[in-house]
């Protein structure tokens, strides 16, 4: 079956600072991937997605996220982090097997102090 | 460009009443359509997903069921609510295919069902 896990509940970072969220993959075939955004009783907006043979994907609001095959990673960062950025952030998966299924992680929680 | 407009955004229902929550896209033809569920705020849960009208698949035997009457519209119902049918519903659209670039999920602002 194709999952991802997110390993953190919660991610602290003072603005400025680069940020990093982690998001580990299992999947049978390519990987199909993304990131999320959610914020309060909003739905999810799509941030990037990964497209076989790009390590390094830019996304939306100068996020990106680095695919690593052999640690089977996917995470996602930004160099430096706004207050706003703080939200709900979740990795997803494309089943492999019936690819109109989308799979979510169990999110992580991104707090950005001032 | 293509929308996708979710109502009520919120509703109170008392246990054991009917629910019905629709979902409209505009601005593409025979897309896939989703009703997810979120809990507390976190992990999102695949309720149902379509291919096409009148084409339902059921991700999880529930007290909910869904219906696409027309290619673009997606309902979510039940006959008799129960309290653990509270939470966050999303609704969400999806290119036909889209393998080949990878097209990814589009979600609507959502309802917050409370069941008391």
């Known amino acids: 079956a194709q999952s991802v896990a997110q390993p953190e509940d919660q991610v602290n970072v003072a603005e400025g600072n680069p940020l990093t969220v982690k998001c580990t993959y299992s999947?049978?075939?390519?990987?199909?991937l993304f990131w999320y955004v959610q914020y309060p009783n909003r739905g999810l907006q799509f941030l990037l997605k990964?497209?076989?043979?790009?390590?390094l994907v830019k996304g939306s609001y100068g996020f990106e996220a680095e695919f690593n095959k052999s640690q089977t990673s996917f995470h996602l960062k930004k160099p430096s982090a706004l207050v706003s950025d703080s939200a709900l952030y979740f990795c997803?998966?494309?089943?492999?097997?019936?690819?109109?299924?989308?799979?979510f992680g169990s999110g992580t929680k991104l707090n950005v102090k001032p | 460009s293509q929308t996708i407009h979710q109502w009520p955004a919120t509703l109170v229902q008392p246990v054991g009443s009917p629910l019905s929550l629709e979902c409209t896209v505009e601005?593409?033809?025979?897309?896939?359509l989703y009703w997810y569920r979120q809990a507390a705020g976190r992990g999102l849960q695949l309720l149902f997903y379509?291919?096409?009208?009148?084409?339902i698949s059921s991700e999880v035997p529930q007290n909910l069921s869904a219906s696409r009457p027309q290619d673009r519209q997606f309902i979510l119902s039940s006959k008799k609510l129960l309290l653990s049918d509270s939470g966050f519903y999303l609704c969400?659209?999806?290119?036909?295919?889209?393998?080949?670039?990878?097209?990814?999920?589009?979600f609507g602002n959502g309802t917050r069902l409370t069941v008391t």
């Open positions: 969400a659209w999806s290119v036909q295919g889209g393998l080949e670039n990878n097209s990814p999920l589009h």
């Open positions: 999947v049978s075939g390519n990987p199909y």
């Open positions: 990964y497209i076989t043979g790009d390590n």
């Open positions: 997803a998966v494309r089943d492999w097997y019936n690819f109109n299924k989308f799979y």
């Open positions: 601005g593409t033809s025979n897309p896939n």
């Open positions: 379509s291919v096409g009208i009148g084409q």
